[in-house]
Each structure stands twice: as structure tokens, then as C-alpha cells.
């Protein structure tokens, strides 16, 4: 009697409009033509010796087995004191700081933790490209509002009118990831005065706090009681210290909240690396590498923009965050006329340069002619780059 051969069921995806992402597809380009990779955002180069120092000495230490769920405690105060000491915000290490498995799981889980199915969730576009996801995943609807086009600053009016009584939560994200754009403070009271009336939750993704040049303050919801009062503040080690693998971040809320948000915690990683948490928590007992991240990222964008101006490249604002964006509309080659998705692999196979179309980071694929650049580069690196577009 022979067996019946094996089969897999079918499935209904969760995600159905999900594919494999745009900075997959543009690494992978980028390694089979041998390109400069200013696509995906991440450093090429090492993080501080001392840290990876801190790592072993933690190992040889024995602190290898399950850490408290919220975190190593002494990460937290350390946080905690951070918090108080850069934004005014004084927050219990106990009960409003849970260490998290990166930026993006700390995202879903605050998502996960508030949203019911059905509710909406603001996000402003272009925006990270987690977000919507996490809101299906959740059950929720994402209601997409554009930053306006070419300053990508926040229209509030726009935004106010987004806000029905099915709204739960709203996701903003300063520095900007892809536009490198800003946050003021006029821009901050203005959101507080918004949400004041409404019971409408904040996630603020603040992944790139330390990424703010020109000598800007970041404007953290932590500085604001009538947005702290009522957000997620999440942060990123892997951002702040050149270790984006390591995938440890923060997040920072009212007690309520994080209870909320631990119960989906527990039961979606549970707790973070150990030895590297109990790293950061000792390397974070100097402030200065956090402190001078600004100058460190200033001084590479400067380099970039330098020689990006010798081109016919547009350069937009570069005010935070590792990413320049540029304008391809006045280039003197046919493919400026290209979608930008395929502007970016003509760049990538014909120049050596892989980059990010900024249609990527819309739902609808809005194309203005823009693409984005990673400056979180060696020097050699970027100049090599440079020396390819200098073609253009």
C-alpha cells in the first residue's frame, strides 16, 4: 500500500501585499554588480572596541542565562538617568523602561498591545516600512497621511483631519527616516495641542535621537508632559553605537502603557541578549559617545553633500538621521526619467552606486523623483561613491 505523498497546505497570508523588501532586493543588486551599497542603512564600519570588550567581560562574567523580562535593571536606570538628564523626563526604571529586542519589535509590540481590530492608526508618509504591516497585523486599519512633498515637514491640518473616534494611536518619527527632515519644537506643541483633547496614544519612533546637526535640539516627546503623558518613546542602541546586528533597543512609557505593552513582550521575545545588555549598561556610564554622535554624522554628511553638489544631483535638506536625499530630476542622462525604483537599479548596474527609491516608502508608490542615500559610511567608502556619481 503506498502512502499518500506528502502535502503542504494551502495558506491565507496575514500579510498578503507583502513581498521581499526594496533593500533586500537592492543589497543583493548592489553584491552582484560589485556597487557601492548606499542602499540599506547600516554602518560599514566597527563599533567602539570598548564595547565589544564589555560583551566578553559580561560572558566571562557568567551573565549568560534569562535576564529579567523588562530588562537588565541596571540598563534601565541607566536609561532612566539618560532620560532625565538629555529631555527632563523623569521615569520609574521599574515600571515605564522595557528593554526590547530592537526598535522594530518594540514598534510591533506597542502596536500589538493597544490596537484592536478595527481601530485606525495614523502614519505619516513616507515612513519605515514596518509600520502599516504591524497595524494589519494587529487588526487595525493604517490611515496614510503624506508629510507635505519636497520639505516633508508635518501638515496638521491634514493630520487633524485624519482623527476620528476610531482612532487609537498615531506613529510620527523625528529624525526622519527616509527624509532626514526634523521635528521643531513649534512643531511638537503643535501636535501636543492636537492630541490634548482626544485620547488618541503616540508612538514616537526616535531611533536617530542622537542625529540631529546644524546645531537643532532633538525634540523628544519625552520633553513635551502632554505627549510623554500619552506615548511610546522608542530608542535604538543599534542606531546610537554602530551595532545596528545586535538588535537592542528601548522603550520608555507611562507605567499603564508598559504594562500593556510587557504583556505582549513576554510572549513575543520574552527578554533580550544578556552579556550585550549588560554591556551597554556599563558603557553608557559615559555620556560622551552618544553626545558627539551629532558632530561624528555631521561631519560625513558635510563630506557627502560636498561632493553630491558637484553633480546634478538636487540635494534636499539633511537636517538628522544617516540619509541624504537628492532629487534626480535635472540629471543630463535619459533615465532620470525612469520610475525611481528603476533609476535605482540603472544606478546600481551602470554607475556602481545602489541607493533607495523614496516611492519605496509610500503605500501607493508616490514617485516625486527622489531617492535616498546612506551616509553611515567609511570615508573611503563614501568618496569611492562619490567618485562614481561624479559621472552624473
Known amino acids: 500500500m503506498s502512502l499518500p505523498r506528502p502535502r503542504t497546505p494551502a495558506l491565507t497570508s496575514r500579510l498578503p501585499k507583502v513581498g521581499t523588501t526594496i533593500f533586500t532586493v537592492m543589497s543583493a543588486l548592489a553584491a552582484e554588480h560589485g556597487a557601492v551599497n548606499l542602499g540599506q542603512g547600516f554602518p560599514d564600519f566597527d563599533c ?21 523580562m523588562p530588562g537588565v535593571p541596571a540598563l534601565r536606570q541607566a536609561m532612566a538617568a539618560k532620560m532625565q538628564a538629555l529631555y527632563g523626563l523623569t521615569c520609574d526604571p521599574n515600571t515605564e523602561i522595557t528593554v526590547t529586542a530592537g526598535a522594530t519589535q518594540a514598534i510591533l509590540t506597542a502596536i500589538l498591545a493597544v490596537v484592536q481590530p478595527g481601530d485606525e492608526v495614523i502614519v505619516l508618509e513616507p515612513c519605515y516600512d514596518s ?7 494587529a487588526g487595525g486599519v493604517a490611515v496614510l497621511v503624506p508629510l507635505t512633498p519636497g520639505s516633508f515637514r508635518p501638515d496638521f491640518d491634514r493630520i487633524a483631519g485624519a482623527i476620528t473616534p476610531r482612532t487609537r494611536a498615531l506613529i510620527i518619527n523625528s529624525p526622519h527616516n ?25 508612538i514616537s519612533d526616535e531611533v536617530y535621537e542622537h542625529m540631529v546637526f546644524d546645531g537643532q535640539v532633538h525634540q523628544s516627546a519625552a520633553r513635551y508632559p502632554g505627549l510623554a503623558a500619552r506615548a511610546f518613546i522608542v530608542s ?8 545596528t546586528g545586535w538588535k537592542v533597543g528601548t522603550v520608555v512609557a507611562p507605567a499603564a502603557l508598559t504594562a500593556e505593552f510587557r504583556k505582549v513582550h513576554q510572549f513575543n521575545v520574552f527578554t533580550v541578549n ?6 551597554l549598561a556599563s558603557y553608557m556610564a559615559n555620556a560622551a559617545p552618544y553626545l ?18 558637484a553633480t546634478r544631483f538636487r ?27 528603476d ?17 519605496a516608502f509610500y503605500g501607493d508608490g508616490f514617485d516625486q523623483r527622489v531617492v535616498r542615500f546612506c551616509f553611515a559610511k567609511k570615508d573611503d567608502t563614501l568618496r569611492e561613491a562619490l567618485k562614481r556619481l561624479s559621472r552624473l
Open 48 to 68: 567602539d572596541p570598548a564595547l565589544v570588550d564589555a560583551v566578553t567581560r559580561a560572558m566571562q562574567a557568567g551573565h549568560n542565562q534569562y535576564p529579567p
Open 131 to 137: 509600520y502599516v504591516p504591524n497595524i494589519e497585523l
Open 178 to 202: 527616509p527624509s532626514g527632515m526634523v521635528w521643531s519644537a513649534a512643531d511638537m506643541l503643535k501636535l501636543q495641542d492636537l492630541l490634548a483633547p482626544t485620547d488618541v496614544l503616540l
Open 236 to 243: 535604538s542602541f543599534g542606531k546610537t553605537y554602530h551595532v
Open 274 to 279: 544578556t552579556p550585550v545588555q549588560h554591556a
Open 292 to 309: 558627539e554622535l551629532a558632530a561624528f554624522y555631521q561631519r560625513k554628511r558635510d563630506l557627502f553633500r560636498e561632493g553630491l553638489a
Open 315 to 341: 540635494l534636499l535638506p539633511g537636517q538628522g538621521t544617516y540619509f541624504q536625499c537628492v532629487d534626480i530630476s535635472n540629471l543630463a542622462v535619459p533615465e532620470r526619467d525612469l520610475p525611481e525604483g
Open 343 to 359: 533609476f535605482c537599479q540603472w544606478l546600481t548596474r551602470e554607475m556602481g552606486v545602489a541607493a533607495i527609491p523614496l516611492s
